[in-house]
């Protein structure tokens, strides 16, 4: 199974220091970061595909349940508080489960092996037979995502570059764009997302898709790493 990416938003250093220690025991979780506010997460959403956010509730700036109100496109949450009366409003914001502190490993464990069967499942449901409908040159494409090579931004337009050696130029953004492929497209630039299907070999900070390099860029290169299991 591949990795479930996480982050941790808790405004207490015990606190995030302890679920850090609890992902660094399971192997199937890689943390992405740890975080004082929800706020100073957003970068991080935005740039990275994340899975799992262990989110806490009472911070200075936001609470975790505002936030899950204001934010759209957000992945499956556990919350981690030491008030147990948000339990219904948790309920009714659809998160994964609800850790009251303090609690144990064994509890953690639970809650990660639920999320799990959510994200796995998620997983398959966006395989990579999906069709991407482009509208594009004044007419509307379907776009099978398996013929898809890579993505390229450029500028207020996208490219997507296809099997067939065909090009197609679409008014998008890369963000909205990533939130709606399937797992197998991984952002591994500002510019570039890749079809890891189609990846030829990894080499120094590129990715070789075919006859293409495509550059790793600075901020994506351990993920990218992590994902296909080099060495950094």
Not at 24 to 53: N, T, W, Y
Not at 101 to 120: D, G, H, M
Not at 192 to 219: C, D, Q, T, W
């Amino acid at each position: 199974m591949r990795q479930i990416s996480c982050a941790i938003v808790d405004d207490e250093q015990p606190a995030r220091d302890l679920l850090e220690n609890f992902v660094a025991k399971v192997p199937s979780m890689r943390l992405l970061g740890k975080f004082k506010s929800p706020m100073s997460m957003l970068d991080l959403i935005h740039e990275q595909r994340i899975d799992l956010i262990f989110l806490d509730i009472q911070m200075p700036d936001i609470k975790g349940t505002d936030f899950l109100r204001t934010v759209k496109r957000v992945p499956p949450v556990i919350f981690t508080t030491a008030y147990a009366d948000y339990a219904l409003e948790g309920f009714n914001l659809d998160v994964v489960d609800y850790l009251v502190k303090p609690f144990s490993f064994e509890r953690y464990l639970q809650a990660v092996n639920k999320a799990s069967t959510i994200i796995s499942s998620s997983r398959q449901t966006t395989s990579c037979d999906q069709i991407l409908n482009v509208q594009a040159d004044h007419r509307l494409y379907r776009l099978a995502t398996a013929d898809i090579l890579y993505i390229e931004s450029m500028r207020e337009y996208v490219a997507y570059h296809m099997v067939d050696g065909s090009r197609l130029m679409a008014l998008q953004s890369m963000k909205g764009l990533e939130d709606t492929l399937p797992n197998d497209f991984i952002r591994v630039h500002r510019s570039f997302i890749i079809n890891a299907s189609h990846m030829s070999y990894l080499e120094g900070n590129s990715i070789v898709i075919r006859s293409k390099r495509i550059p790793i860029g600075a901020s994506y290169r351990e993920m990218v790493m992590t994902q296909f299991g080099a060495k950094t």
